[in-house]
């Protein structure tokens, strides 16, 4: 009793097991005796007891079978204990281990998290690049084209420049027999009215009075208007030809 007594933290007297074993709780207190922390120095004062060959389990039945018991789980405690010594270093290690394997993983849990978003983040950023790119090919190939349009103008431009002095030379002509249209118009109607019946030498008399006449009333006119040129096409001339 007195191994039970230093086990429980009491002076091992016996006043004290008197007043253990009359509490109602005392099995109780057994069952859940607190086996984890034991201190080294209670291990050595219980191996007094279960150390002595005259207080072996078998022997203590002799004399009682309740301090059997007793002996049996002081024995069962201290073997535990001395267990529990190697043991907990161990378990605190697995623990330590476990906890650290814990973290890793919620570290690793987060880690592909981030790597899902940035993959996200990259597939986004290849759409956007493949769109980009197709958009760089149109506008490439839009700038090729402009490209080349720019090359035929400047060489329309450049050919065109050549013909500059021959457009100013008919635009000059061109003023010029707008400004002798009423004359040509008078003498060439006059022409296709009254002169279609007459052979070629009374019509160029009365072409030549009629040039004077136009020529004395300040009426301008075309010297020596040719009427057929006048009325008529080059092509069409050719094809009376």
């Known amino acids: 009793m007195e191994a039970v007594l230093i086990l429980l933290g009491k002076e091992p007297t016996w006043e004290n097991a ?5 509490e109602s709780t005392f099995l109780n207190d ?7 922390h034991i201190s080294e120095k209670t291990l050595k004062r219980i191996a007094l007891y279960t150390k002595n060959p005259e207080l072996e389990p078998d022997k203590v039945a002799v004399v009682s079978l309740a301090c059997k018991s007793l002996m049996l789980w002081i024995m069962a405690i201290e073997n535990y204990g001395k267990v529990y010594r190697i043991v907990a270093p161990k378990q605190e290690k697995l623990d330590n281990a476990i906890k650290s394997l814990e973290e890793k993983q919620a570290a690793l849990a987060s880690a592909k998290k981030k790597l899902e978003e940035l993959q996200a983040v990259i597939e986004e950023l290849y759409i956007q690049l493949n769109e980009k790119t ?3 090919n149109d506008l490439r190939a839009k700038e090729e084209r402009l490209r080349k349009q720019l090359e035929r103008a ?6 065109l420049s050549g013909e500059r002095e021959r457009w100013i030379e008919t635009v000059a002509q061109l003023d010029i027999s707008f400004e002798r249209l009423p004359g040509d118009c ?4 006059a022409f296709v009215t009254y002169l279609g019946a007459f052979d070629t030498k009374y019509r160029e008399d009365l072409l030549s009075k009629w040039r004077q006449l136009i020529k004395e009333l300040l009426i301008p006119a075309t010297p020596d208007l040719k009427i057929a040129v006048f009325l008529c096409d080059p092509v069409s001339i050719r094809e009376w030809n």
């Open 30 to 36: 057994l069952k859940n005796f607190d086996r984890d």
């Open 134 to 136: 197709e958009l760089l």
């Open 154 to 159: 400047i060489i329309l431009v450049e050919s």
């Open 186 to 189: 008078l003498l060439s109607t």
């Open 18 to 22: 008197k007043k253990v074993l009359s």
